[in-house]
């Protein structure tokens, strides 16, 4: 099993408002307290390589106190040089979001090199509020997604310069320099909600897939349709394409680890997640099938979960050393995952480096049969 | 397309949720017209029309319909969105019109206004921004909740957005072309209108040659939900001058 250890960079804060997206006042945001945030964050990262860990994530979200990594470029250059072997997943750029993505294709490539060939490039298309926050058409979403993982692939592997006449991203010339260090390029991994479209996509392309926030029984549903794609276009998925993609928290005992969790876990979907209405659902964003299948399966809004539900529905693994082994365990078999994907929160940063050292000593060691194997050989690309 | 009454030719073209809507506005353009309110592509139900990437392919569906039916000349009719659809069509085809009515109409770039984003709100706040009188409202209530009805109301944002998102609510060549446009034309407008202020009224009367302006005082942006009767009349009056 591999570990990696995944950070929103949240900026924890309580308030009585619609939604922690799009419209949340950025007078809120205090760059003094931000700063702090972004050091301790970078440190627990950092940290994570020092424990074990085999892959450091970023992610990139808009607007928001969920997630304050609007550039997760930004924060990967920063760990670039700051770690030497764990990888970097950029979990992932949203693509659509931008209106030049070669830029994209150029960063990954930067990073790349100067990393040694470390970096995990995610393609995705950002989430629903996100279209509100850049303006970027919804309708577009999925075409212009395509378009520049098309781009983007091309250019990291085909010889410059070459003209590229899409619909919506159209260069005289396609030459970027560098080119990345990894051949044929840094894998590309597929975070995402779980369309059948998106699903098909990244199968085909041999792209890991992985689902964040969701329970246990529809990711597993995904993941299953995921690895009949694969069969269906010739192969069988290796578990390094799949992710056990959930917060972990772990203390001594279960007492313990439940009385943190309580007190922390569930800020992510109380707060983080709060996402007014109309901006779950800009129009177009979803294809109609897609949103049937939302329709004719409703769940509850996170802002709706009780502790009780995100344990019952697999949403965290919370525990002893020992229980949080269980779960994995449980956990790893259902959804044939080979990579566990997680972040921790203790509460302060003090406690949540402590929650890491437990788990990268008593938990991690006891999956490590598969220590000296390159989880991202033949995988994708 | 719903089709009613009798005299000159005049084509109604619909509003955000007005597909397929016959309201006492309508009917009492009938009395003196006969009217066509079509429904336009991708909203009421009709499958989702996604060749149509800008508003100048609902203005030229709409002139295509117009040589389809035979109809040679007509009144022209629109509100809000498709009084939008009815300038674009007026400034490559106003010698086709008997008359343009705009009906507080959105399309484009007026200087110190920014229209409202309607996408990211919810109904109290879109019954805030479009009506001077909540209760008017009720005429665009959706007539269930069913998955259907919904996914039917998510296409017709979809068709929407794919032509209005950003820039949003507006063309930008749409404003220099308005002087273009050779026919008569009534421009009517709710005095309280928040999604389009009495700031873009001025707007299009100074853009559109001779433009005539109707303020409706009890009325936000659809003075035909709002007061129909007078708004009805009013237009009544403009087209039935010669």
Not at chain 1, 185 to 193: A, E, G, I, K, N
Not at chain 2, 108 to 126: H, Q, S
Request: charged fraction near 20%; include cysteine; glycine fraction near 8%.
């Amino acid at each position: 099993m591999k570990f990696y250890y995944f950070h929103l960079m949240p900026y924890p804060m309580e308030h009585d408002e619609a939604s922690s997206w799009v419209t949340l006042s950025n007078r809120h945001y205090d760059p003094v307290v931000g700063h702090t945030l972004y050091n301790q964050y970078l440190d627990q990262l950092e940290y994570a390589e020092q424990l074990g860990w085999d892959g450091l994530c970023v992610n990139e979200h808009h607007q928001n106190c969920y997630g304050t990594m609007p550039s997760p470029n930004v924060m990967a250059a920063m760990l670039v040089r700051r770690t030497h072997r764990a990888k970097i997943a950029i979990l992932g750029n949203g693509l659509p979001l931008r209106e030049n993505p070669l830029r994209i294709a150029e960063e990954i490539a930067m990073l790349d090199v100067a990393s040694g060939g470390r970096v995990i490039s995610g393609f995705v298309r950002g989430i629903a509020p996100e279209y509100f926050s850049t303006a970027v058409n919804p309708t577009h979403s999925r075409e212009r997604f395509y378009e520049a993982a098309e781009l983007i692939l091309r250019a990291w592997t085909e010889e410059g310069p070459f003209a590229f006449d899409g619909r919506f991203y159209r260069y005289p010339y396609v030459n970027p320099w560098p080119r990345p260090l990894q051949k044929p390029h840094p894998p590309v991994w597929c975070p995402s909600q779980g369309s059948s479209e998106t699903v098909e996509w990244a199968a085909r392309r041999r792209f890991p897939y992985l689902m964040v926030f969701t329970p246990i029984t529809r990711i597993a549903q995904i993941y299953r349709e995921y690895r009949e794609a694969c069969e269906r276009h010739g192969y069988t998925a290796s578990p390094y394409q799949l992710t056990v993609n959930l917060p972990i928290v772990v203390a001594e005992n279960d007492a313990k680890a439940y009385e943190i969790a309580q007190a922390h876990a569930l800020w992510v979907y109380h707060v983080g997640l709060r996402v007014a209405a109309p901006f779950w659902r800009p129009p177009g964003y979803l294809s109609e099938s897609s949103l049937r299948r939302v329709l004719d399966n409703p769940t509850k809004l996170p802002t709706e979960l009780t502790f009780e539900d995100l344990e019952a529905g697999g949403y965290i693994i919370c525990g002893s050393p020992a229980t949080v082994r269980d779960k994995l365990k449980v956990f790893s078999e259902e959804l044939r995952a080979g990579i566990v994907c997680s972040g921790m929160n203790g509460g302060t940063h003090e406690r949540t480096l402590e929650m890491m050292q437990l788990f990268a000593e008593e938990v991690m060691p006891h999956f490590r049969d598969d220590a000296h194997v390159d989880e991202t050989a033949g995988v994708g690309r | 397309m719903v089709t009613a009454g009798k005299g000159a030719a005049m084509l109604f073209l619909h509003g955000a949720g007005g597909a397929g809507r016959w309201w006492p506005f309508h009917e009492q353009l009938a009395r003196n017209f006969t009217v066509r309110a079509p429904t336009h592509p991708g909203h009421g139900g009709a499958p989702a029309a996604d060749w149509i990437e800008h508003i100048s392919d609902l203005a030229f569906h709409y002139l295509d319909l117009l040589d389809e039916i035979g109809l040679e000349r007509v009144h022209l009719v629109g509100a809000s969105f498709g009084g939008w659809i009815a300038a674009e069509m007026a400034t490559v085809a106003s010698h086709r019109l008997d008359s343009l009515v705009l009906i507080d109409p959105v399309g484009i770039k007026v200087d110190g206004w920014i229209y409202p984003f309607l996408f990211g709100m919810d109904i109290p706040d879109l019954v805030a921004t479009l009506f001077h009188e909540p209760a008017a409202a009720m005429a665009l209530m959706p007539r269930d909740q069913s998955v259907d009805t919904l996914v039917e109301l998510y296409r017709e944002r979809a068709a929407l957005a794919r032509v209005s998102w950003n820039p949003y609510l507006y063309d930008p060549l749409l404003r220099r072309r308005l002087g273009r446009i050779r026919a008569r034309t009534l421009l009517c407008w709710g005095e309280h209108d928040r999604l389009a202020s009495l700031a873009c009224a001025a707007a299009w009367q100074a853009e559109i040659p001779g433009a005539e302006l109707r303020i409706f005082r009890g009325s936000g942006h659809l003075p035909h939900l709002e007061e129909p009767e007078t708004t009805a009349a009013a237009i009544l009056e403009f087209c039935r001058q010669p």
